[in-house]
């Protein structure tokens, strides 16, 4: 069995278990709501309507468009689907991390730590948590960096 294979099957049991006996948010039925109101309603929320000790306070859904999209998510299959999505999230950023960006141009002293920094998030908040969204976003960033950085290493 090659190596990328191994890696590869390792990777997708950890995330598979990670995904299906770690505990998801503790405030996804919230985000749910927030999404599906959102997209029932098609107003943009400016107080809690679902905290009865704050009823009317004033708040800025900022997390909204992920919100929506996990209603929408859950609306189509329920939390089977939400679960597959987010397996799928993770497995993206491990495939990124360590086939994408492993290049001879990558900087290790800064790779490496990346890495090992997303597995233990990703170990800690894995599952159905907006987390997820945010280590892909910064693992997205880290791509664009490289790839900027290898394209003026040609001019």
Request: no cysteine.
């Amino acid at each position: 069995m090659k190596t990328n294979k191994f890696v590869i099957g390792i990777v997708v049991v950890v995330v598979a278990i990670f995904s299906i006996f770690l505990p998801t948010d503790p405030d996804l039925g919230f985000h749910l709501m927030v999404g599906e109101r959102f997209w029932k309603f098609h107003q943009t929320p400016h107080s809690i309507w679902y905290n009865y000790a704050f009823p009317e306070g004033k708040w800025v859904p900022h997390e909204l468009i992920s919100d929506t999209v996990m209603y929408l998510i859950y609306h189509l299959g329920g939390f089977t689907l939400l679960t597959i999505v987010f397996s799928l999230l993770m497995l993206l950023i491990a495939y990124l991390l360590f086939f994408k960006l492993k290049t001879t141009s990558s900087v290790w002293v800064i790779h490496a730590p990346l890495v090992v920094m997303t597995f233990i998030s990703l170990s800690l908040s894995a599952g159905v948590r907006l987390q997820v969204l945010s280590w892909l976003g910064l693992v997205l960033i880290y791509f664009g960096y490289l790839q900027y950085r290898e394209l003026n290493k040609v001019w």
